[in-house]
């Protein structure tokens, strides 16, 4: 039955034979005479059709197999090549498994050992072609012995492609797919890429190429699970949990994700995974300006998410790191207007919140507790929030803490060509001080009151509006007594009354103080605890009641760095200081307190010195 059915199939194949010869022209022997006696040629076509595709082969094909194995056209391994990949290989919808056991028993003549059998199975599943299997089975003993015994050439797989070159570099292109893009290559990709990295695409610039690509953006990964997209590509590996908590922070600090691939590829693993897989790490390359300067960036995004309630976008971010490095002192502007902003303020229900804010994000901690007492007292009886902010602003500390995000907070103010200091004596006193203030306040001038201590608590709001418009409160003794009658204590006593009582009531304890009269001797100097402000020009508004002379005395005489003392008791005087406020700015001076007529003429006041004008 054996030999009926053999003969039967080579009498068909003889036939088949004939027809071959004309497909190959120039064939012109027909093999079927040495058919009948030992043919090893004959015998490994036939072996090697019934392993691979479980059939006796047919006329024609055994014709073209025949003689190309013969010719040396193509070897053993190269038909096994032809055949895996014929659409009746196909056909059979093997799996992976059982087609490396097909081809084992084909090639080795036995099962793949399991080891083997993984190995391949992995590298399938990692975008590498059957033809990886065959390769390397092609140079095993076993083979090379199954085709020597049939004395064919085994032959080797030369053109393999670029996926079955390097099994690591291929199985890289796949978890960089999958981890990148979501999904797995497709075979033309696995090739590309592999080409790719095989001549010299470095990872991380090409990694943060796909960050910014728009396939990337629309997986909507979240910041964790890119991180982790991030760490499996470049380490190898999953990230670390604080690893992970420390690059959720930067990102929320504002750096971006460029900056956290930065991280990762400064770990050690980095280099050691690329070199593992035979691919050039390269560098990320920082081009963002949020990421030039994390301490800075830090400040910004804490600022910005503090006082408006959302965190800055990333372009918003780049512009402020941007124009604060080309001009940190706009910087200071740009802060003063964020914290003092009515809806970014509305933002805070109590001033305790506020306030914490504030020294938070201009300290970077909590100052003294003193200093915290000082502002709530202020808040609490009525000084703006806007008016704190200027004193907590003029605190070295802040500048301190700006220096290290590398901000210069020292702006160079313009120093007025002239100016000139008002000055207001034994008020408050409602129907006066808020006329003067009426007066100043559209031109933003400023003047100093040096109040009686005891009648601060009857015009609370006369002293907390100077406040607010940055007008300056001067001490001029707790009941208006003449300093130079009293002991050393007495002299103190009437000052510190004075100025526990302003300080009670705006949290800003007077810093200069006017003895009544202008009367002062070394007791009074020694005792006074602040410099002694007196005047250079004396407007005699409470001898004469006249406006006309206060006007007159005032703008006939004044020069720059004057201290012009008048009274803010007397009705004539308001009216007085309606005319020369204008008249004043009319002629070019700029209106002051006594701490800014200092700080621009650059003159550090000693306490207990008398001063009568400051010219510097
Ligand atoms: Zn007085």
Redesign the pocket.
């Known amino acids: 039955m054996k030999a009926l059915a053999k003969t039967a199939g080579f009498v068909f194949r003889s036939i088949g034979m004939i027809l071959t010869i004309a497909v190959f022209a120039g064939t012109c022997l027909v093999p079927s005479k040495s058919r009948a006696k030992e043919d090893l040629t004959a015998d490994f076509i036939d072996y090697t059709y019934k392993s691979i595709l479980n059939k006796e082969v047919d006329g024609e094909r055994f014709g073209f197999w025949y003689w190309n194995l013969k010719d040396g056209n193509t070897t053993a391994v190269g038909m096994i090549d032809m055949l895996t990949q014929s659409y009746e290989f196909y056909q059979k919808e093997y799996t992976h498994e059982q087609t490396i056991d097909v081809l084992s028993q084909m090639m080795t003549g036995k099962p793949a050992d399991e080891s083997v059998r993984q190995k391949y199975l992995y590298y399938l599943d990692s975008g590498i072609s059957m033809r990886r299997y065959l390769a390397d089975t092609a140079e095993t003993p076993e083979f090379k012995e199954i085709c020597a015994k049939y004395q064919i050439t085994p032959g080797t797989i030369t053109d393999l492609e670029s996926r079955d070159k390097n099994p690591e570099m291929t199985n890289f292109v796949k978890v960089l797919f999958e981890e990148m893009y979501g999904r797995t290559p497709v075979k033309e990709e696995y090739n590309l890429w592999c080409s790719y990295f095989a001549a010299g695409k470095a990872l991380a610039p090409t990694l943060m190429d796909i960050l910014k690509s728009s396939d990337f953006a629309e997986r909507g990964l979240s910041d964790e699970a890119t991180i982790d997209a991030l760490s499996s590509c470049m380490l190898g590996r999953s990230c670390d949990p604080s690893e992970k908590e420390n690059y959720l922070g930067l990102l929320d600090s504002g750096m971006s994700m460029t900056y956290v691939a930065f991280g990762i590829a400064s770990d050690p693993d980095f280099i050691s995974n690329c070199s593992g897989i035979g691919i050039v790490p390269g560098t990320v390359t920082l081009t963002e300006a949020r990421d030039m300067n994390p301490e800075l960036t830090f400040f910004l995004t804490r600022l910005y998410t503090r006082f408006t309630g959302i965190r800055p976008s990333a372009d918003d971010l780049n512009s402020y790191v941007s124009s604060t490095l080309e001009d940190s002192g706009k910087t200071k502007d740009a802060i003063v207007e964020m914290l003092s902003d009515p809806e970014n303020m509305a933002l805070f229900a109590t001033d305790d919140e506020y306030l914490s804010a504030v020294f938070e994000v201009c300290y970077g901690q909590s100052p003294a507790q003193e200093k915290i007492e000082a502002y709530k007292i202020g808040l609490k009886n009525g000084v703006s929030r806007q008016r704190v902010l200027e004193s907590i602003l003029k605190d070295p500390a802040f500048d301190a803490k700006m220096s290290e995000y590398g901000i210069d907070t020292h702006v160079e103010k313009t120093v007025p060509e002239k100016i000139v200091a008002l000055t207001f ?2 008020g408050p006193y409602t129907d006066v001080t808020m006329r003067i203030l009426d007066a100043l306040e559209p031109y933003g001038a400023h003047a100093t009151f040096f109040v009686v201590g005891n009648r601060v608590n009857n015009y609370k709001d006369c002293v907390v509006r100077a406040v607010n418009m940055g007008c300056q409160i001067g001490d ?1 003794t707790w009941n ?1 007594t003449t300093l130079t009658r009293l002991s050393a204590d007495g002299v103190s006593t009437q000052i510190n009354d004075c100025a526990d009582t302003v300080y009670n009531l705006t949290g800003i304890r007077p810093a200069v103080m006017r003895p ?2 202008g009367s002062y001797n070394s007791t009074v100097s020694a005792n006074a605890g602040m410099p002694m402000i007196i005047w250079s020009i004396d407007t005699n508004d409470w001898k004469y009641r006249d406006s006309n002379h206060v006007i007159n005395e005032v703008l006939n005489n004044v020069r720059d760095g004057d201290i012009v003392l008048m ?1 803010d008791i007397y009705e004539t005087t308001a009216t007085a200081v309606e005319t020369i406020v204008p008249a004043l700015i009319d002629a070019g001076f700029t209106l002051v307190t006594i701490d800014e007529l200092a700080e621009y003429k650059n003159v550090q006041m000693e306490n207990g010195k008398a001063y009568f004008s400051i010219r510097g």
């Open positions: 004596d034994d001029h208006h009544v009269g009274h």
